[in-house]
């Protein structure tokens, strides 16, 4: 079945550095991947979707790029904010239905 | 837009006591999830309604977990009785179909705490 697995975190930058998480999915097909980020106090939001491979997802300066070749959805962003201190996690679709999550990575950012 | 609302936001009880909890969806939206999120992982999908009926049910504990969306819009979600390993962030989702062409919108979460 479908599954997702992601960098462990926490994952500590300092303010204005690159980030990458990493995130590689196993999947029937080609299903839509996602990243949800879950700032703190609050509900996942979604951040950004690619819907077939080779397609990048982007959003408030983040970026993944669907990769067949690599089954991977990897997270970027150039140069990170205070603001961007979340947990941030991989999910794709299950069956028809179903969304399912990856275990979350806990991203700090240091002024 | 008012995204989807929770309450209560924290809640602390004893072991074996009961717990409900509630969700109002974004309006319109026809599916609505519940989650079940432990310290450290990712949500773990509880149930899931269609309108009032219910789709997925697979992974609820229905000895002691019950979950209820009369009239296809709000929903309760009950524990009795809770244990320990209970306690965790409950969170309603809410989109307006099922699978992964409709993003879910989350609402804040119920915190709950089992002592």
């Known amino acids: 079945g479908n599954s997702v697995t992601q960098m462990e975190g926490p994952v500590t930058l300092s303010e204005e550095a690159f980030l990458t998480i990493n995130c590689t999915y196993t999947?029937?097909?080609?299903?839509?991947l996602f990243w949800y980020v879950q700032y703190p106090g609050e509900g996942l939001q979604l951040l950004l979707k690619?819907?077939?491979?080779?397609d990048k997802g982007s959003n408030k300066g983040f970026e993944a790029t669907y990769r067949k070749e690599t089954t991977s959805f990897h997270l970027e962003k150039g140069s990170v904010q205070v603001s961007d201190s979340a947990v941030y996690f991989c999910?794709?679709?299950?069956?028809?239905?179903?969304?399912?999550f990856g275990k979350g990575t806990r991203l700090h950012i240091l002024p | 837009e008012a995204g989807v609302a929770q309450s209560p936001r924290y809640k602390i009880i004893e072991k074996r006591q009961s717990v409900a909890f509630w969700c109002n969806p974004i309006?319109?939206?026809?599916?609505l999830y519940w989650y079940q999120q432990i310290l450290g992982q990712g949500p773990k999908l509880l149930i899931q309604?269609?309108?009032?009926?219910?789709?997925?049910d697979s992974q609820l504990p229905k000895d002691r977990f019950s979950a209820e969306r009369l009239k296809g819009v709000d929903s309760t979600l009950k524990i009795q009785p809770a244990k320990l390993e209970d306690s965790a962030v409950y969170l309603c989702?809410?989109?307006?179909?099922?699978?992964?062409?409709?993003?879910?919108?989350f609402g804040p979460g119920t915190r709950l705490t089992v002592l």
């Open positions: 989702a809410s989109s307006l179909g099922s699978g992964g062409a409709y993003p879910q919108y």
């Open positions: 999947a029937t097909g080609y299903p839509s």
């Open positions: 690619a819907t077939k491979a080779d």
């Open positions: 999910a794709l679709p299950k069956g028809d239905d179903k969304i399912i």
């Open positions: 309006s319109g939206h026809a599916t």
């Open positions: 309604f269609q309108n009032n009926g219910v789709v997925d």
